[in-house]
């Protein structure tokens, strides 16, 4: 089955005294958990997927998640952004700039 959009959010957790922070910390259980509870309620289980994901390697910009098959990654996201996350970007295409990670191409 393909999904029209597929979710993945870091849970990654790191060991208490790691240099690094962790985005499984910073919410990232509680993020999925509410994209979940968005495509239920829109009854669009079969259309779209939000899935637990380890470590994206850009930790500082935590909790990080990806959405495809645009291949757009937000930062710092927080479990009040979902909502607008979910409207405008899953619902209506339009990725939400002011969460966007912008990479640089080589």
């Known amino acids: 089955m393909k999904y029209q959009k597929h979710i993945?959010?870091?849970?990654?957790?790191?060991d208490e005294n790691a240099v690094r922070?962790?985005?499984?910390?910073?919410?990232?259980?509680?993020i999925v958990a509410r994209f979940k509870e968005l495509i239920q309620s829109h009854k669009l289980k079969m259309?779209?997927?939000?899935?637990?994901?380890?470590?994206?390697?850009?930790?500082?910009q935590g909790p990080?998640?990806?959405?495809?098959?645009?291949g757009v990654f937000y930062g710092k996201v927080t479990p009040n952004d979902v909502e607008e996350?979910?409207?405008?970007?899953?619902?209506?295409n339009q990725p939400v700039e002011r969460l966007r990670l912008k990479f640089n191409k080589k």
Do not use: W
């Not at 922070?21 to 509680?30: D, F, M, P």
């Not at 996350?85 to 209506?92: C, K, S, V």
């Open 8 to 14: 993945f959010v870091c849970i990654n957790q790191r």
């Open 21 to 30: 922070c962790s985005c499984g910390e910073e919410n990232g259980t509680e």
């Open 85 to 92: 996350i979910f409207t405008q970007h899953i619902l209506n």
């Open 47 to 60: 259309k779209v997927r939000a899935q637990r994901a380890s470590c994206f390697d850009i930790c500082e």
């Open 64 to 70: 990080i998640m990806v959405i495809y098959p645009e």
